[in-house]
């Protein structure tokens, strides 16, 4: 079975610090993983993947994330945060083969000026 | 122009009550979903929708009857309306299933 958990469901940084929010998957096989962001009142909207190429994966308004399959983890990282940022980010695990996406648990970015 | 979008935005009813949410994608994906996200943001899927055929059904109430008359919508019907079915109701729709999803705004769901 698959799982995906997400460590702190509330993060705040100062703008310009780096963001830092961290995932840990659970899976048997070799997994998909993704990052997805939810400003308020709004869907979801897709930061960025990984589908077993690089490790170091680019997504969009300057972050990225990194598999370490020794860590079993997909940690999102943006250098400089900006007050934009602020958001609900969601952590998500699809296995090959399965037909659904399980999203951890969410966390909260709060940028203070 | 919308990719996925969903109507109505916002629902405020008595318990007991029949409700239903529209959903309609003009990406030209295959699967469609239905996911419940409650109070505290936690994300859950109800059902999944590829090519009309229901493919996912997780253990959600019989009151809750997904439709797809075509590939381009999903709809959901809720019968019999109770407390804990107050969420946002997300409709979603992807490729396949790469999981790589895109959503709807939400439908906030408010049942006194």
């Known amino acids: 079975a698959q799982s995906v958990t997400q460590l702190g469901s509330h993060v705040s940084v100062s703008e310009g610090a780096l963001v830092l929010l961290r995932c840990n998957y659970s899976s048997s096989v070799p997994p998909y993983l993704f990052w997805y962001v939810q400003y308020p009142n709004q869907g979801l909207q897709l930061l960025l993947k990984y589908t077993s190429a690089a490790t170091l994966v680019k997504g969009i308004n300057g972050f990225e994330a990194e598999f370490k399959k020794s860590e079993t983890s997909f940690h999102l990282t943006k250098p400089s945060a900006h007050m934009s940022d602020a958001a609900e980010y969601f952590c998500?695990?699809?296995?090959?083969?399965?037909?659904?996406?399980?999203f951890g648990q969410g966390t909260r970015l709060t940028i203070n000026p | 122009d919308t990719a996925v979008s969903q109507t109505p935005k916002y629902l405020v009813t008595q318990m007991g009550n029949d409700k239903s949410i529209k959903c309609e994608q003009n990406l030209g994906h295959d699967t469609m979903y239905w996911y419940k996200q409650d109070s505290k943001k936690f994300l859950k899927i109800m059902f999944s929708y590829n090519n009309k055929e229901l493919i996912i059904n997780e253990t959600v109430p019989n009151r809750f009857s997904p439709k797809s008359p075509d590939k381009a919508h999903l709809n959901l019907h809720i019968n019999s309306l109770e407390l804990g079915d107050s969420a946002v109701y997300f409709c979603?729709?992807?490729?396949?299933?790469?999981?790589?999803?895109?959503f709807g705004e939400g439908s906030r769901l408010t049942v006194l």
């Open positions: 979603a729709s992807s490729k396949a299933y790469t999981g790589e999803l895109f």
């Open positions: 998500a695990v699809r296995t090959q083969g399965a037909q659904k996406l399980l």
